[in-house]
């Protein structure tokens, strides 16, 4: 069936470094990707999107593009900040359900 | 403010007993979906419903259940919590179609004791 691995956390930089995350996937067909992004205490917000190759998704200064050649959707983000601190999980579109990733946490120290 | 809301943010209950985690959406959604949440294991479908008294078993539906008699609640059900029971629960709503956007309550974190 499908799925979707991300790079296992926590993930711990300091501020104003460049930021991936990677996450691949298996599926049959053409999933939508997203990004979610958990902040502490608080429930998934959706972070971006791609519905399509070659797509790229943007928000908050973080991007992710849809490559279908390498079945990857990472995240990026080019200077991070304190506030960016979360989890962020990656996930697709999958028969009207989304299928997700494991999540990674995201520590960034000032 | 677009909202889904869950009664509790925080709950513990005993081993044994019959535990309702409620969910309401009013954004008109038609599908919902509880998740329990875990570290190292991230989200993990208990349930979903794509209509009102519709329901279908996600990933790991053992020794939960659910209801849906309206379309803006989604209630989780464990008929006799366990231990292993103890978890953060998430619920989610999208409309119909693809390429939706879920939303999200707070989550529930409960403690079976």
């Known amino acids: 069936g499908d799925s979707v691995t991300q790079m296992e956390g926590p993930v711990t930089l300091s501020e104003e470094a460049f930021l991936t995350i990677n996450c691949t996937y298996t599926?049959?067909?053409?999933?939508?990707l997203f990004w979610y992004v958990q902040y502490p205490g608080e429930g998934l917000q959706l972070l971006l999107k791609?519905?399509?190759a070659d797509d790229k998704g943007s928000n908050k200064g973080f991007e992710a593009t849809y490559r279908k050649e390498t079945t990857s959707f990472h995240l990026e983000k080019g200077s991070v900040q304190v506030s960016d601190s979360a989890v962020y999980f990656c996930a697709l579109d999958s028969n009207y359900q989304l299928i997700w990733g494991a999540g990674t946490k995201l520590i960034i120290k000032p | 403010d677009v909202k889904v809301t869950q009664s509790s943010r925080y709950l513990v209950k005993r081993t044994g007993e019959k535990v309702f985690l409620e969910c309401v959406q009013d954004?008109?959604?038609?599908?919902m979906f509880w998740y329990r949440q875990d570290p190292g294991l991230g989200l993990r479908l208990i349930y979903f419903?794509?209509?009102?008294?519709?329901?279908e078993k996600g990933d790991i539906p053992e020794g939960y259940s659910v209801s849906r008699e309206k379309k803006e609640r989604f209630s989780l059900i464990l008929e006799s919590a366990s231990t292993n029971q103890t978890s953060m629960y998430l619920c989610?709503?999208?409309?119909?179609?693809?390429?939706?956007?879920?939303?999200f309550g707070q989550g529930t974190r409960l403690t079976v004791v």
């Open positions: 599926a049959t067909g053409y999933p939508s």
């Open positions: 989610a709503s999208t409309r119909q179609g693809v390429n939706t956007e879920a939303f």
């Open positions: 954004m008109d959604h038609e599908n």
């Open positions: 419903s794509y209509d009102v008294k519709m329901k």
């Open positions: 791609a519905t399509k």
